[in-house]
């Protein structure tokens, strides 16, 4: 039998409020236990919640982002269970009305757009923390972290496999940075996924039953969990099993999933509406404010650098992967011709990217130790010939280890730049008669070579290129040696 694989995913995105959802306390990372927890986070008795402002304009912005009804009346519910770091024995979260309805987050697969609906992004706190790995026989319970104001992002079960999965969390984590909501530290617990996932016969339009993985919070433990999962289900049916509605986490180490509870329903929480907070009220005059200060959009955005820039639409999809790199990108090629253009493009999705995963840093100003402006000065010297391809990348390299990011007041970019091509010697051999010369040294240096290019053996021919570029450095201009190198072998062979 032939299987079709169903995920939805639930993303819990800690919005970037100083204080907690419902109290004044902070929201800092890495505190030590217990001290970021107030009489409010606590439930200490007679406290009263008070909602933050902060939380639900950001809420705002993520609903106009997707294009989501932002809902003008909400309401807070109390979920209510019991775990040893919740101390209310409820979190105040959204169950019937929430604060965002609907929506869609554009996902890119294999070069294939897809549209992966929402279902609804709805405001809650966080619970604390239970800590096991110091304790011995015992565990801590660490309330740093309860009140924390998140937003939790239900999509559709829209996705068909681990990668469109993992393209959608992607798309998701770079829209929350992009529109300033979340970090997106999936270190820190900032951004984090559980996927609900279930197999049922291709063509088949009912759904299976589900398996919720909860806090996965990496791309590939996501994508390695899905996988995981989808393989146990489909041996368990297929062995003439079924599959039991529960909750299961992923071990890294194992790399496999493992059963923690088993999945309540909705209904099990007995939510009802919180007596200590009312309806969250939305104004029309609000909506407009925060949609007026939306900045430009991803796919606005993709759009813009096809049409304005001439990029491609995989350039610039890689190029707004995040809203750093497009202001990279558009600052670097602002009324640049497209030679230049292209190059920097190619420069930023290159060379750029790899010094920086070879480091393993994200794509930040603090990192990019190349501005902007002195790659386009990079850039115009291969475009005008004083480089090559070769003697770029070593300038580039230069350019890493020792330019300061910003531009110094005292020196422009372009003497900068120019300056350490002249120290290092990098300007590239245009000369003819230099270059002439230097081909008639390989070519009676290498003679069988030689005989056997003219013999039709073309991989002679990048031999002798090679001695060139290694007789000058990997200076001198590649088209004149080629065409050189080609004018010289045919005649003497004539």
């Given at each position: 039998m032939k299987w079709e694989t169903v995920i939805g995913i639930e993303t819990h995105a800690q919005l970037s409020t100083r204080s907690k959802i419902f109290s004044g306390a902070s929201t800092a990372f890495g505190a030590a236990p217990n001290t970021q927890a107030c009489a409010v986070d606590i439930a200490l008795p007679g406290v009263l919640p008070v909602l933050n402002r902060g939380a639900v304009e950001r809420a705002i912005r993520f609903g106009l982002a997707v294009g989501g009804n932002v809902n003008r009346r909400s309401v807070f519910a109390r979920k209510n269970y019991f775990y040893p770091d919740l101390p209310k024995g409820y979190q105040i979260s959204q169950y019937e009305i929430p604060i965002v309805a609907g929506g869609a987050i554009a996902v890119q697969v294999d070069g294939t757009e897809?549209?992966?609906?929402?279902?609804?992004?709805?405001?809650?706190?966080?619970?604390?923390?239970?800590?096991?790995?110091?304790?011995?026989?015992?565990?801590?319970?660490?309330?740093?972290?309860?009140?924390?104001?998140?937003?939790?992002?239900?999509?559709?079960?829209?996705?068909?496999?681990?990668?469109?999965?993992?393209?959608?969390?992607?798309?998701?984590?770079?829209?929350?940075?992009?529109?300033?909501?979340?970090?997106?530290?999936?270190?820190?617990?900032?951004?984090?996924?559980?996927?609900?996932?279930?197999?049922?016969?291709?063509?088949?339009?009912?759904?299976?039953?589900?398996?919720?993985i909860k806090n996965l919070n990496s791309f590939r433990f996501l994508e390695r969990a899905i996988e995981y999962e989808v393989r146990r289900q489909i041996g368990i049916l297929e062995d003439g099993g079924a599959i039991?509605?529960?909750?299961?986490?992923?071990?890294?180490?194992?790399?496999?999933?493992?059963?923690?509870?088993?999945?309540?329903?909705?209904?099990?929480?007995?939510?009802?509406?919180?007596?200590?907070?009312?309806?969250?009220?939305?104004?029309?005059?609000?909506?407009?404010?925060?949609?007026?200060?939306?900045?430009?959009?991803?796919?606005?955005?993709?759009?813009?650098?096809?049409?304005?820039?001439?990029?491609?639409?995989?350039?610039?999809?890689?190029?707004?992967?995040?809203?750093?790199?497009?202001?990279?990108?558009?600052?670097?090629?602002?009324?640049?011709?497209?030679?230049?253009?292209?190059?920097?493009?190619?420069?930023?999705?290159?060379?750029?990217?790899?010094?920086?995963?070879?480091?393993?840093?994200?794509?930040?100003?603090?990192?990019?130790?190349?501005?902007?402006?002195?790659?386009?000065?990079?850039?115009?010297?291969?475009?005008?010939?004083?480089?090559?391809?070769?003697?770029?990348?070593?300038?580039?390299?230069?350019?890493?280890?020792?330019?300061e990011i910003s531009v110094h007041e005292t020196v422009a970019v372009s003497d900068a730049i120019d300056a350490l091509i002249e120290k290092h010697g990098l300007k590239q051999i245009s000369d003819r008669g230099e270059i002439e010369r230097i081909v008639d040294q390989v070519i009676a240096a290498n003679p069988q070579q030689a005989a056997d290019y003219r013999g039709g053996k073309e991989k002679a021919f990048n031999s002798l290129v090679g001695q060139v570029m290694k007789a000058t450095r990997g200076k001198a201009n590649p088209q004149q040696v080629n065409e050189v190198l080609k004018r010289k072998l045919s005649s003497q062979g004539a």
């Open positions: 897809k549209s992966v609906r929402l279902t609804r992004a709805h405001l809650e706190e966080d619970a604390g923390k239970s800590l096991h790995e110091d304790f011995h026989g015992a565990s801590g319970i660490d309330l740093n972290r309860a009140g924390t104001p998140l937003l939790e992002i239900v999509s559709e079960p829209d996705m068909r496999s681990a990668q469109e999965a993992v393209a959608y969390a992607k798309a998701l984590h770079a829209l929350v940075r992009w529109i300033d909501i979340c970090d997106g530290n999936m270190q820190e617990g900032s951004f984090r996924c559980d996927a609900n996932v279930s197999v049922r016969p291709q063509g088949s339009a009912t759904l299976g039953t589900r398996c919720e039991v509605q529960e909750t299961r986490l992923y071990d890294p180490d194992r790399d496999e999933t493992r059963s923690l509870r088993i999945k309540e329903d909705a209904h099990d929480y007995r939510y009802f509406p919180d007596p200590d907070l009312l309806p969250l009220a939305v104004s029309e005059q609000w909506v407009n404010e925060v949609k007026a200060a939306l900045p430009e959009l991803p796919q606005a955005k993709r759009e813009r650098f096809i049409a304005e820039f001439g990029v491609t639409p995989y350039d610039a999809t890689l190029l707004t992967a995040n809203r750093e790199i497009a202001d990279y990108f558009a600052t670097a090629a602002r009324d640049a011709p497209g030679a230049v253009v292209k190059l920097c493009a190619n420069w930023i999705t290159g060379p750029i990217s790899a010094k920086l995963n070879e480091g393993g840093l994200d794509f930040d100003p603090a990192n990019v130790r190349v501005s902007a402006q002195q790659l386009r000065r990079l850039v115009e010297r291969i475009v005008d010939r004083t480089l090559n391809n070769n003697t770029a990348k070593q300038l580039f390299e230069h350019m890493w280890h020792t330019l």
